[in-house]
């Protein structure tokens, strides 16, 4: 299956001009669910909560997906003949992930500064599965939900389903070697 040579593609492209996150995937077959899938993020330099961030790059890109070890074409067919419906086995930020046993895969790294505030752009490309997305310490002000501008929402956590995009402000609080963005 050539296209499997794709896995862990990502692409953070970057347009400058008109708004927000977007995810783009394959249509073809299950390609979407191997791999061929990641953000597009269209940028607005006259965005209306421009004052409510300091950093919003490349860098504040976070996907979220699922994975699973059974190739998605491999998996559907066994589906279809009547087998159980695929659960995916673990999940990734922006394209790295455990499981229980696996290689020290090294993990999604951000690296951020006390008192900045970062705006993150949470863009699911999951095929199936959903998260809850937290980072502990920290509250989440919403900005932009699904490519529509938002009057700023501060929650503790958002819940984000299949192809969904959030745009979230975080100030970080204080200074700590590593903190985890955590997603369920
Ligand atoms: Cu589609």
Redesign the pocket.
């Known amino acids: 299956m050539y296209w499997y040579t794709f896995y862990f593609i990502r692409l953070q492209a970057l347009i400058i001009y008109p708004v927000i996150p977007y995810r783009y ?1 394959s ?1 073809l077959s299950t390609q ?1 669910v191997d791999g061929i899938r990641g953000p597009l993020v269209i940028y607005d330099p006259q965005h209306p909560h421009k004052n409510l961030y300091d950093v919003d790059d490349e860098s504040t890109i976070i996907t979220l997906s699922d994975w699973y070890h059974t190739p998605g074409l491999d998996a559907t067919e066994a589906w279809l003949a009547g087998g159980a419906e695929p659960v995916p086995d673990f999940g990734l930020i922006n394209s790295a992930g455990r499981y229980s046993g696996c290689p020290e895969v090294q993990r999604a790294r951000i690296n951020v500064t006390k008192g900045k505030r970062y705006r993150f752009r949470i863009v699911s490309i999951s095929a199936e599965g959903f998260f809850d997305f937290a980072i502990q310490g920290h509250s989440l002000t919403v900005l932009e939900a699904g490519g529509s501008n938002h009057v700023p929402y501060t929650m503790d956590s958002i819940q984000i389903l299949l ?1 969904k995009r959030y745009s979230v402000v975080v100030r970080i609080n204080f200074s700590m070697l590593r903190y985890s963005p955590r997603s369920s």
């Open positions: 995937h249509h979407y192809g």
